[in-house]
């Protein structure tokens, strides 16, 4: 996946005429097939951690709600980014996890309940929890319309997920057979999501984009650390420890780049920083992976 998507991001910072045929507006429905495939996905046993375990799940999903939007604020500040560049990154600090990061949880041999049942607690906390930090940390420079944000998450990713638990109840055997195509389709709407936004504003990347990927770059590599190092602080076990860290580091980019599309249309750029987080978190993901999996952190 990180390749495809790294291929993607390619095509259309060379190609950006080319694309230019696809439009913003695919953006949701793109979003709303990556969720609908989330819900087909989700079991019942994936919500027992929740109650089974409740300390580590509000651990993590703390370190996500705080760590990320956090660190994407003081980013902007540091390195000075212009309004909607920093827009673009502080929604991605303040969106839930990513549904990526279970995939690498997996093969960082993380402890796998525990990633799932946060990137749903987290997901289904994002409705209220997004457009509100949102507002915190963006809404004294920019308007933030934290109603119209809250209703764009349930309309583009609870209802979706909702569907696809329905679907899953109701048509089980066709709905399981589904399922082994659906991390290709996630893959493939997650690269037409980065072609999009990429192709859109490819000559002012071209321009001076190496400044917000340098950030994007540090925001997820210190989610990763810092994530890590709350589970070691709180002496949790090192696949607790490698799923939170995969969690808070990973996040749901490709909301950032719906929500920037739909409510932030007076500033183009903000939609840049969610598309190349998608392309950068799933190369890191799958070197951290690594690492992990071979014990070497």
């Known amino acids: 996946m990180g390749v495809l998507v790294l291929l993607s991001a390619v095509a259309a910072l060379v190609f950006p005429d080319t694309l230019s045929h696809l439009k913003p507006k695919l953006i949701n429905p793109l979003l709303g097939v990556i969720m609908f495939g989330m819900g087909l996905t989700l079991k019942t046993e994936d919500f027992r951690v929740v109650f089974s375990r409740p300390k580590d799940v509000i651990v993590g999903c703390f370190a996500q709600f705080t760590v990320m939007p956090l660190l994407a604020f ?72 934290v109603l119209g944000m809250l209703l764009s ?26 399922s082994a195509y659906l991390p290709a389709l996630s893959s493939l709407a997650i690269c037409v999501i980065v072609l999009i936004v990429i192709a859109a504003n490819a000559h002012k990347l071209l321009a001076g984009g190496w400044l917000v990927m340098l950030v994007i770059v540090l925001h997820n590599v210190c989610g990763l650390a810092a994530g890590y190092l709350i589970g070691t602080i709180l002496h949790l076990t090192p696949a607790k420890r490698r799923a939170i860290s995969i969690e808070v580091g990973m996040q749901n980019s490709g909301l950032a780049s719906s929500l920037a599309n739909l409510h932030f249309a007076a500033y183009p750029l903000a939609t840049i920083p969610g598309a190349l987080f998608s392309v950068w978190h799933n190369i890191s993901g799958a070197i951290v992976a690594r690492l992990y999996a071979r014990r070497r952190i």
């Open 74 to 145: 003081a980013l902007t500040r540091i390195f000075k980014l212009d309004e909607a560049l920093a827009i673009g990154v502080i929604l991605v600090g303040c969106c839930p996890g990513g549904t990526a990061s279970n995939v690498i949880s997996y093969l960082a041999k993380g402890d796998l309940a525990l990633s799932v049942g946060m990137t749903a607690v987290s997901t289904l906390l994002a409705p209220v929890l997004t457009p509100l930090l949102v507002w915190l940390l963006a809404g004294k420079t920019v308007d933030v319309n």
């Open 153 to 178: 998450i349930l309309w583009v990713v609870i209802l979706p997920i909702v569907l696809g638990l329905l679907a899953k109840r109701l048509w089980p055997r066709t709905t399981e057979r589904a």
